[in-house]
C-alpha cells in the first residue's frame, strides 16, 4: 500500500522490471483471482501516446470496486 495512484496487473513475465544491481525494480504483491476475463478486456483498449507516456489509454479506464482479499 506504499504507491499513492498506480498499480500494474502483468499478463506476462517482465524481468526487465525485476530489481537487478544497480537498477531499481518492482515487487509483485498480488495475484487477480477473480475477473481475469475483465483483465483481459481492458489489456485491449486502444491506446496512444501522451507526452513522454506511451501506450496511455485513450478513453480513462475507471474501476468502480477492488477487493485486497485476505492472503491465502
Known amino acids: ?6 498499480f500494474f496487473i502483468n ?3 517482465n524481468l526487465q522490471l ?3 544491481p ?4 518492482y ?3 498480488g495475484e487477480v483471482i477473480l475477473g481475469m476475463n475483465i483483465v483481459d478486456f481492458i ?3 486502444p ?3 501522451a507526452g513522454r507516456m ?13 477487493v485486497r482479499a485476505p492472503g491465502l
Request: overall charge negative; charged content about 15%.
Open 27 to 29: 515487487t509483485v504483491f
Open 1 to 6: 500500500d506504499s504507491a499513492t495512484a498506480q
Open 54 to 66: 506511451q501506450n496511455v489509454p485513450v478513453n480513462p479506464i475507471v474501476i468502480n470496486e477492488i
Open 47 to 49: 491506446t496512444a501516446n
Open 43 to 45: 489489456a485491449t483498449a
Open 22 to 25: 544497480g537498477r531499481d525494480g
Open 18 to 20: 525485476d530489481w537487478a
Open 11 to 13: 499478463q506476462r513475465n
